[in-house]
């Protein structure tokens, strides 16, 4: 992880965009599993199967840095540059989502971001997340939007795509006619 904290372009669109070094990393690793213990939820490793590298993590977190969307829980994701751009931040981030609202009984689910992170704002509309506004992270004087995903919206786009899921399965095999 500290590797990936490491990386000026990883960390472009993290807070005030500093890296954090070896140290500072540990210290947030420690605060992470600490989340685990106090909000029953927290930060997933991410990491690739066939290799068993660590690829970044993905979970859920208090935004404490951001008092006006309190309450609320966070989904975020952060992977080294080398797993950027395979759909690994979109599955991960859904996993998380999906351990909210299924497992944590979660009633809403927020993602902060700062604008212009154009990959991160993608990741979110995948997450059937919508933009409800935007303001300034007081923490860095950066522009950020907060994307929402209620409970009943993640249950409805649920069962839609599985509808969908059970269709492909089951419906007609399209194939070339040569």
């Given at each position: ?29 420690q ?10 939820f927290?930060?997933?490793?991410v ?132």
């Amino acid at each position: 992880m500290a590797a990936v904290n490491a990386d000026p372009e990883v960390m472009r669109w993290i807070r005030d965009g500093n890296i954090r070094d070896e140290q500072q990393t540990r210290g947030g690793v420690q605060a992470w599993e600490s989340e685990w213990e106090s909000q029953g939820f927290g930060l997933f490793a991410v990491e690739i199967r066939s290799t068993g590298e660590l690829a970044g993590f993905t979970g859920l977190s208090v935004p404490d840095y951001l008092p006006e969307v309190l309450p609320a829980v966070e989904v975020g994701w952060r992977l080294g540059r080398s797993h950027w751009g395979q759909g690994l931040a979109t599955e991960a981030a859904a996993a998380a989502v999906r351990f909210g609202f299924e497992e944590r009984g979660l009633e809403r689910i927020v993602s902060i971001i700062q604008v212009g992170n154009d990959a991160s704002e993608r990741i979110t509309a995948k997450l059937g997340m919508h933009p409800v506004q935007e303001t300034v992270n007081p923490t860095c004087g950066r522009r950020v939007r907060v994307f929402e995903l209620s409970s009943e919206q993640y249950v409805t786009t649920t069962r839609r795509r599985r509808q969908r899921e059970r269709w492909s399965r089951s419906g007609p095999r399209v194939r070339p006619a040569w």
